[in-house]
């Protein structure tokens, strides 16, 4: 078996953080929909299928097939959550505790927007590239 290149290594770090959120999201459903904004129609059900994308991506990202588009699909749906989600919190939310965990939240959801861009873009890269 080969030396693990630092690209691929990363991108099973990243593989496993997004499962965990998928497995958390499933875990924690109930806890977790009461995240979802009143103007998000169907609750708790978002938290599942959100739970069985991340576990989806990550899985696509493990196995290494399909990455590109399950890192684009994943950056897509952080957008999603960005602008639907976080972005009206933080400009209306109901005090200042709720603006701030939004701002927060949303910076962690950008982080992993580019992570997954970042990803997905290199996903074709050969394990032997050299690391610059």
Known sequence: MG??????????VFAIIMGL??????????????KVPDYVPGGVIWVYITGTGFILFALAILLNKYTKLACYSLAAMLLIFIFTIHVPM???GENE????????????????????????YNSDRPDDAPNL
């Open 97 to 120: 505790f709720v603006k701030q965990e939004a701002l927060l939240m949303m910076l962690k959801d950008i982080g992993l927007t580019i992570a997954a861009l970042l990803v997905g």
């Open 3 to 12: 030396k693990m290149s630092n690209h691929r290594l990363a991108c099973v």
């Open 21 to 34: 959120f998928g497995i958390f999201h499933l875990f924690y459903a109930d806890t977790m929909a009461k």
């Open 90 to 92: 933080v400009v209306s």
